[in-house]
């Protein structure tokens, strides 16, 4: 992706800073990572949280109940299970037998314990008059505050959000987009490429208050991009997957098996990591998610005119086409990584990580298309941290459109010159270069609209943005046109949205969080170095204790932490023999947390 970026500015993101913001949420305890809903059916939803226990040695039953209203006293469903440290104590419950276009509201519980609740809601059948979704993507951590993610959170207006990919960055600390005037870094500080280090980078993500509330109040469609594995990654491997980083089938697993546990998506089956698949919205919307990175693509740059050469893989393409051929719904829209429209400049294709890079399958697709009679073909895209909009055309002929959101913060270029592209490439009809934002898709019978908002910062937290562009296709068209004004929601969106910390349920401060929590152990069990991610209220000098199971001491670390930071020590355990210990963690104020870890 970063290759279109070098077209306009090289290294300019570069550098080290101080601690991150990402702090727990201070309303409840073992649930400091929210929760969150996805994949929503007619019938079904994904619901997910994250438990953090005790003792991390040991299962714990997590409990969930669903209902019609806030107050959770018209129950509709319930159910628990065991999450234990395979899985990061990470849960998800596909909650099933559910009515459809309807909005529930749910809770966890554990330990003691109860989760916020979130709002969800299920997807219409048969005739929908109108949809509205927020499409989102590339959040890195490092770059900015989240403020895209409040303010889609406060329109509240959309059925779902759309994430399109780069939900986090894999990259060390200052390893790309850093910005030097915030408190966030990434956390692990190296590079993400084992399990535990996919794991810490998630869990750190989770704890940022934005991204949790947008999940709390809408069911997400993911797909990933390449940084939820590595920059620019393929089918067998990556450009930021280097020598001495170990085998790229492990890296890959890793990531893959990280991003499910901790994201709201269905499994096909157990261990399949396929995340090609289809949601139905009635007769207005089919929605085609595909994965352009792991699941077959070719190397980037490597006989690019190859007419065999694929983006999508064998199995993924039929799929495809047999899913658009098949659609009778109005609306057949791709959710897609990267850019679909050829752009050139000097008539040079100036993305090889984009469709340009696989042209053959590209007019394969549009071909289908064509021959087929697909009317109504929209893509949808995020990738490049800038804002476009395109005709698709093939031989003079219209076949559909694509639309491209901003980055959540991840730079774009540092001036607009995107008007140059233009003139070589007039099926361009919007593009702009340095803003970040979203884009609200709104549906209907008539036409499909995507309307441009930018956030007026990421240097601090603040929700004021500005609408900036809007352009629509009418059906049947398959061309752009603009319009003056963004889409208005309708009144069916004016549904009360989940209390933000609905937990005070006596004095006792039973539901608050401690002074101080630790949050994950990773690995655990570990045979070397085992990274001990924390959250604190106080500034002070913490210290890290590790007991045998007869209360002797055997090692001691001093750790200095900022006011309710999420914090990552790294203690070196590797001379201590095998065994279970305990690890304690004390406040200079003497205030303690303890739990339990094996040493290999």
């Given at each position: 992706?970063?290759?279109?970026?070098?077209?306009f500015?090289?290294?300019?993101?570069?550098?080290?800073?101080?601690?991150?913001?990402?702090?727990?949420?201070?309303?409840?305890?073992?649930?400091?990572?929210?929760?969150?809903s996805?994949?929503?059916?007619?019938?079904?939803?994904?619901?997910?949280?994250?438990?953090?226990?005790?003792?991390?040695?040991?299962?714990?039953?997590?409990?969930?109940?669903?209902?019609?209203?806030?107050?959770?006293?018209?129950?509709?469903?319930?159910?628990?299970?065991?999450?234990?440290?395979?899985?990061?104590?990470?849960?998800?419950?596909?909650?099933?037998?559910?009515?459809?276009?309807?909005?529930?509201?749910?809770?966890?519980?554990g330990?003691?314990?109860?989760?916020?609740?979130g709002?969800?809601?299920?997807?219409?059948?048969?005739?929908?008059?109108?949809?509205?979704?927020?499409?989102?993507?590339?959040?890195?951590?490092?770059?900015?505050?989240?403020?895209v993610?409040?303010?889609?959170?406060?329109?509240?207006?959309?059925?779902?959000?759309?994430?399109?990919?780069?939900?986090?960055?894999e990259?060390?600390?200052?390893?790309?987009?850093?910005n030097?005037?915030?408190?966030?870094?990434?956390?692990?500080?190296?590079?993400?490429?084992?399990?535990?280090?996919?794991?810490?980078?998630?869990?750190?993500?989770?704890?940022?208050?934005?991204?949790?509330?947008?999940?709390?109040?809408?069911?997400w469609?993911?797909?990933?991009?390449?940084?939820?594995?590595?920059?620019?990654?393929?089918?067998n491997?990556?450009?930021?997957?280097?020598?001495?980083?170990?085998?790229?089938s492990?890296?890959?697993?890793?990531?893959?098996?990280?991003?499910?546990?901790?994201?709201?998506?269905?499994?096909?089956?157990?261990?399949?990591?396929?995340?090609?698949?289809?949601?139905?919205?009635?007769?207005?919307?089919?929605?085609?998610?595909?994965?352009?990175?792991l699941?077959?693509?070719?190397?980037?740059?490597?006989?690019?005119?190859?007419?065999?050469?694929?983006?999508?893989?064998?199995?993924?393409?039929?799929?495809?086409?047999?899913?658009?051929?098949?659609?009778?719904?109005?609306?057949?829209?791709?959710?897609?990584?990267?850019?679909?429209?050829p752009?050139?400049v000097?008539?040079?294709?100036?993305?090889?990580d984009?469709?340009?890079?696989?042209?053959?399958?590209?007019?394969?697709?549009?071909?289908?298309?064509?021959?087929?009679?697909?009317?109504?073909?929209?893509?949808?895209?995020?990738?490049?941290?800038?804002s476009?909009?395109?005709?698709?055309?093939?031989?003079?002929?219209?076949?559909?459109?694509?639309?491209?959101?901003?980055?959540?913060?991840?730079?774009?270029?540092?001036?607009n010159?995107?008007?140059?592209?233009?003139?070589?490439?007039?099926?361009?009809?919007?593009?702009?270069?340095?803003?970040h934002?979203?884009?609200?898709?709104?549906?209907?019978?008539?036409?499909?609209?995507?309307?441009?908002?930018?956030?007026?910062?990421?240097?601090?937290?603040?929700?004021?943005?500005?609408?900036?562009?809007?352009?629509?296709?009418?059906?049947?068209?398959?061309?752009?046109?603009?319009?003056?004004?963004?889409?208005?929601?309708?009144?069916?969106?004016?549904?009360?949205?989940?209390?933000?910390c609905?937990?005070?349920?006596n004095?006792?401060?039973?539901?608050?969080?401690?002074?101080?929590?630790?949050?994950?152990?990773?690995?655990?069990?570990?045979?070397?170095?085992l990274?001990?991610?924390?959250?604190?209220?106080?500034?002070?000098?913490?210290?890290?204790?590790?007991?045998?199971?007869?209360?002797?001491?055997?090692?001691?670390?001093?750790?200095?932490?900022?006011?309710?930071?999420?914090?990552?020590?790294?203690?070196?355990?590797?001379?201590?023999?095998?065994?279970?210990?305990?690890?304690?963690?004390?406040?200079?104020?003497?205030?303690?947390?303890?739990?339990r870890?094996?040493?290999?």
């Amino acid at each position: 992706m970063k290759s279109l970026l070098l077209l306009f500015f090289l290294g300019s993101f570069y550098g080290v800073t101080a601690q991150t913001s990402i702090t727990p949420i201070d309303c409840v305890n073992h649930f400091y990572h929210g929760v969150a809903s996805g994949d929503p059916l007619s019938d079904r939803v994904i619901i997910w949280t994250r438990i953090t226990p005790d003792d991390f040695s040991s299962p714990v039953l997590v409990s969930y109940k669903m209902a019609l209203d806030t107050g959770m006293t018209n129950i509709v469903s319930q159910g628990s299970m065991l999450t234990d440290n395979s899985r990061d104590y990470t849960v998800k419950f596909d909650v099933d037998e559910l009515s459809p276009d309807t909005y529930y509201y749910y809770e966890f519980s554990g330990l003691g314990s109860k989760s916020v609740r979130g709002r969800t809601k299920t997807t219409p059948v048969g005739s929908v008059d109108s949809l509205r979704f927020a499409i989102v993507s590339c959040a890195n951590l490092e770059a900015g505050y989240f403020n895209v993610y409040d303010v889609v959170s406060e329109r509240n207006d959309v059925d779902a959000v759309l994430m399109l990919g780069d939900y986090i960055y894999e990259y060390e600390e200052g390893g790309y987009g850093q910005n030097l005037s915030i408190d966030r870094v990434f956390d692990p500080t190296h590079e993400t490429i084992s399990l535990d280090d996919y794991r810490l980078r998630y869990s750190v993500y989770h704890m940022d208050r934005a991204l949790q509330k947008l999940h709390q109040n809408y069911p997400w469609i993911c797909v990933w991009d390449d940084h939820e594995s590595a920059n620019d990654s393929y089918t067998n491997g990556a450009e930021n997957h280097n020598l001495g980083e170990g085998l790229w089938s492990d890296r890959k697993l890793d990531a893959q098996r990280a991003y499910f546990e901790w994201l709201p998506i269905r499994p096909k089956a157990e261990n399949n990591f396929e995340i090609y698949r289809k949601f139905e919205f009635g007769g207005l919307l089919d929605l085609f998610m595909v994965d352009t990175r792991l699941q077959g693509r070719n190397e980037q740059g490597v006989n690019v005119n190859d007419p065999n050469r694929t983006m999508l893989g064998t199995d993924q393409y039929q799929w495809l086409t047999n899913e658009l051929s098949s659609s009778t719904a109005q609306w057949k829209v791709l959710g897609n990584q990267v850019i679909f429209a050829p752009v050139t400049v000097f008539g040079v294709p100036i993305n090889g990580d984009a469709w340009d890079g696989y042209p053959a399958e590209r007019d394969n697709v549009l071909e289908h298309v064509r021959t087929n009679d697909i009317e109504n073909f929209t893509v949808i895209t995020g990738d490049v941290h800038t804002s476009w909009a395109f005709n698709l055309e093939k031989n003079g002929e219209n076949l559909g459109v694509e639309f491209v959101t901003p980055s959540v913060t991840s730079p774009g270029a540092p001036i607009n010159g995107g008007g140059i592209l233009t003139i070589e490439n007039p099926h361009i009809k919007f593009v702009e270069l340095t803003q970040h934002g979203f884009i609200i898709l709104d549906l209907n019978q008539q036409r499909i609209q995507a309307d441009w908002f930018f956030v007026d910062d990421i240097n601090t937290v603040n929700s004021s943005y500005a609408w900036v562009k809007s352009l629509y296709s009418n059906a049947g068209e398959m061309q752009l046109n603009a319009t003056t004004s963004a889409s208005l929601p309708s009144e069916k969106y004016n549904v009360e949205m989940a209390p933000a910390c609905p937990r005070v349920e006596n004095s006792s401060g039973l539901n608050e969080i401690s002074t101080v929590e630790i949050i994950g152990l990773y690995p655990n069990p570990t045979n070397g170095k085992l990274n001990v991610h924390f959250a604190s209220v106080t500034d002070v000098e913490h210290t890290l204790i590790v007991y045998d199971l007869s209360g002797q001491e055997i090692m001691r670390k001093n750790v200095l932490v900022n006011p309710m930071n999420s914090t990552i020590s790294v203690l070196d355990v590797s001379e201590i023999s095998t065994g279970t210990y305990l690890l304690e963690l004390i406040t200079q104020n003497g205030i303690a947390t303890t739990t339990r870890f094996v040493k290999e």
